[in-house]
């Protein structure tokens, strides 16, 4: 309730405060299909090398084909639908910031393993209605673009994990060969974090009091595992407040370290909202080159089309083919038409086109992609304010969710990236990517406490299923390796 972007939710479900009526796009909005371009940009600065109409690179809607399914599964009428769901996939890069956005097209192999795993298959898992899956949900077919998604009935959606999801992913993995639950994939896409952290504090607390050697210690170990001076200090207070002068083990540092950690993850947990009344709301991906936006943007299509919702994308990252192409992969897979221009086309006037286009289809939601930039780039940091201007030429409050990818594998460098874009684009959520594997997932801690912006989803894996809403507990229990 303390953030803009939800007081928005609910000022908007009162009723219509815009000028922008929900149903009846204003005037300007409605005019055939390119023309205002021109006009926005005139508007938007005068210094700014903005496309001329003539110019403008022509808008191509491409609208994917549903995914052939077997017979829709009969799916129970469930009175108020959570929208929500499963996930999707990926392909690796870039640790440490290198300076990008090549203008040259590369070859992106592709993030999809259609090979080991058909999309269809798993979308269809993640379509899956949970409560109704008494076999491995792999089995069951289901409608990939539902006859009729059942839309949720207030226009506010919280995109999370329903408990029903939960038990069903219980029950399905404790069946033999089954897919490891989520918290069994956090745990174990975290491992070399939590390990590194556990070798680190066993050897300090192996038969020690605690005095202010070991607590230096500890403090030290902490910081080196990114969690952050301020929860470092944090968990050494807590363990000096009640422990010190007496015996502890390591088991007993670990747990004190899980309700620490949890404490400060706590607030920033928070479910992605979004407000319906908008229509489209939408969401803009930003971050540096290779933090997982694309992959990221395809994984959460998959959850708004399965719970029901029509989602358009928009292939905002102008400067590579393969990056144009990945996306109209993840639209495909998802059933989400894709709006995308030539290679080198301006990108706000894409997403100006893209937004008009969802407002025409009716989208519920409109993804925007963009290319990859450092935070230190300036040139390129102000092509992403002029994207937003220009999206606040449709609507004001456009775009509703600024969302920010960070690699966990690029460490401390993540705090300062968020520094920028939260000032340049105006970041309000965050997406934290590549947990899985990283030895470096105490930077989401330290990120958390600095910048205090919500955490929405983590990914641990490139698969349509690897990302999932951040549940600060289950985050501060497998990164302190306990139970
Ligand atoms: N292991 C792992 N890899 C991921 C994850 N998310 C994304 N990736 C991989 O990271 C690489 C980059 O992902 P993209 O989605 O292309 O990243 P991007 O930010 O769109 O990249 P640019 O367009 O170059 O800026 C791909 O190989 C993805 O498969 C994740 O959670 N875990």
Request: net charge negative; glycine share 8%.
């Amino acid at each position: 309730m303390a953030l803009g972007f939800i007081k928005k939710i609910f000022s908007f479900g009162k009723k219509e405060v815009d000028e922008v009526p929900a149903e009846a796009p204003a005037p300007a909005l409605e005019a055939p299909v390119h023309p205002t371009i021109e006009q926005v940009y005139e508007d938007t600065t005068a210094q700014e090398a903005l496309p001329v109409p003539g110019e403008a690179e022509p808008v191509e809607t491409k609208f994917v084909e549903p995914v052939p399914v077997a017979e829709p599964a009969p799916v129970a009428a469930e009175p108020e639908p959570e929208p929500v769901l499963a996930p999707i996939v990926p392909e690796t890069i870039l640790a440490e910031p290198e300076p990008v956005v090549p203008p040259v097209e590369e070859e992106l192999p592709i993030p999809f393993n259609a090979a080991e795993e058909p999309f269809e298959q798993t979308l269809a898992e993640a379509l899956t209605p949970p409560v109704h899956v008494p076999e491995p949900v792999i089995d069951v077919p289901a409608p990939v673009e539902p006859v009729a998604p059942a839309k949720p009935a207030s226009s506010k959606v919280t995109v999370t994990r329903t408990v029903e999801e939960k038990k069903a992913e219980e029950q399905v993995s404790a069946e033999p060969e089954k897919r490891l639950t989520w918290f069994e994939r956090l745990r174990k896409g975290l491992a070399r974090s939590s390990q590194q952290l556990g070798d680190s504090i066993g050897g300090i607390f192996t038969r020690r009091k605690l005095d202010e050697d070991t607590l230096q210690d500890l403090e030290d170990v902490l910081i080196q595992a990114d969690l952050g001076m301020e929860t470092a200090i944090r968990i050494t207070g807590s363990l000096s407040a009640t422990r010190y002068g007496k015996d502890i083990s390591s088991e007993e540092v670990r747990t004190i370290m899980a309700t620490e950690i949890e404490k400060v993850l706590g607030p920033v947990a928070k479910p992605l909202e979004l407000d319906l009344s908008h229509k489209p709301h939408v969401i803009l991906v930003v971050g540096v080159n290779g933090t997982g936006k694309t992959t990221t943007i395809g994984k959460l299509a998959a959850k708004l089309t399965a719970g029901g919702l029509s989602v358009m994308l928009a292939a905002g990252d102008t400067f590579r083919a393969a990056a144009i192409e990945q996306l109209h992969i993840w639209g495909k897979r998802t059933g989400a038409p894709v709006v995308s221009s030539k290679l080198g086309a301006d990108a706000a006037g894409l997403a100006y086109d893209a937004w008009k286009q969802a407002k025409e289809a009716g989208s519920d939601v409109l993804i925007i992609d963009t290319a990859g930039r450092l935070q230190n780039r300036t040139e390129l940091m102000d092509e992403l304010a002029k994207i937003v201007r220009v999206l606040g030429k449709n609507d004001p409050e456009a775009p509703h969710t600024v969302l920010q990818t960070l690699d966990a594998t690029t460490g401390q460098n993540a705090l300062n990236q968020v520094e920028i874009f939260k000032n340049i684009a105006g970041v309000n959520g965050l997406v934290m990517t590549k947990l899985d594997g990283t030895a470096r997932g105490g930077i989401l801690v330290a990120i958390s406490a600095k910048h205090k912006l919500p955490v929405y989803f983590i990914g641990v894996g490139e698969q349509v299923d690897d990302l999932e809403p951040f549940a600060a507990k289950d985050f501060a229990k497998a990164i302190a390796g306990v139970a």
